[in-house]
């Protein structure tokens, strides 16, 4: 079946350091890949989509990456603001559920993101 | 304004009894999905639906119900809530057309 990995669960940096998170995926055929994120009180959104056509993805200061010969896809920002404390979320996704043609989504664990006081 | 709500945002049941927790969507979305955040494990797929009085079964069913009486609502029901059903629930709507998912705001149930 289809899994993602998210070893790491909580990254502290100071304010603008340089924020990198690795997920490693497992998975047949052609994924499509995600970075959700969620702030506090709130349900997860998505960040940045990646396909494996075009190996990248930026939004808001964030830029995702993919490679398929490691089968890892990360995301990065150059220089991290309070704004950006949340759980990160990499995703797996573009499966068919069985019998609908509907999108299963497949979530690492989330890295909880937060600046040092 | 919100697109997907969820009711009620925080609900506290007692073992053995029963809860509905609510969905409802106004983006016109087919796809409606139902799912639980437990620290450690990011999100788990437990049900979902594609069309008004259908359902189908994710990744992890047991315990749970689903209703979809409408395009734009979407119940999951504990017939008979356990402890370990303690968790966050998000709810979940998306076009047939696109991946993204857009998700609720979450309840909260505690189970005691």
């Known amino acids: 079946g289809n899994s993602v990995t998210q070893m790491q669960g909580q990254v502290t940096l100071s304010e603008e350091e340089f924020l990198f998170i690795n997920c490693t995926y497992s998975t047949t055929g052609y994924p499509t890949l995600f970075w959700y994120v969620q702030y506090p009180g709130e349900g997860p959104q998505l960040l940045l989509k990646v396909t494996t056509a075009n190996n990248k993805g930026s939004s808001r200061g964030f830029e995702a990456t993919y490679d398929k010969g490691t089968t890892s896809f990360h995301l990065q920002k150059a220089s991290v603001q309070e704004s950006d404390s949340a759980v990160y979320y990499c995703?797996?996704?573009?499966?068919?559920?069985?019998?609908?043609?509907?999108?299963?989504?497949?979530f690492g664990k989330g890295t909880k993101f937060s600046l040092i006081p | 304004e919100a697109a997907v709500t969820q009711s009620p945002r925080s609900k506290v049941a007692v073992t053995g009894g029963k809860v509905t927790l609510s969905c409802h969507q106004t983006n016109n979305h087919d796809y409606m999905y139902w799912y639980r955040q437990d620290t450690g494990h990011g999100l788990r797929l437990i049900h979902y639906s594609y069309v008004a009085d259908s359902t189908e079964k994710g990744d992890i069913p047991d315990g749970y119900k689903a209703s979809r009486p409408s395009q734009e609502n979407f119940s999951l029901i504990l017939e008979l809530a356990s402890l370990s059903q303690t968790a966050v629930y998000f709810c979940a709507s998306r076009d047939s057309n696109y991946a993204e998912q857009f998700f609720g705001p979450g309840t909260r149930l505690t189970v005691l």
């Open positions: 995703v797996l996704g573009g499966f068919d559920l069985p019998g609908t043609g509907s999108n299963r989504l497949t």
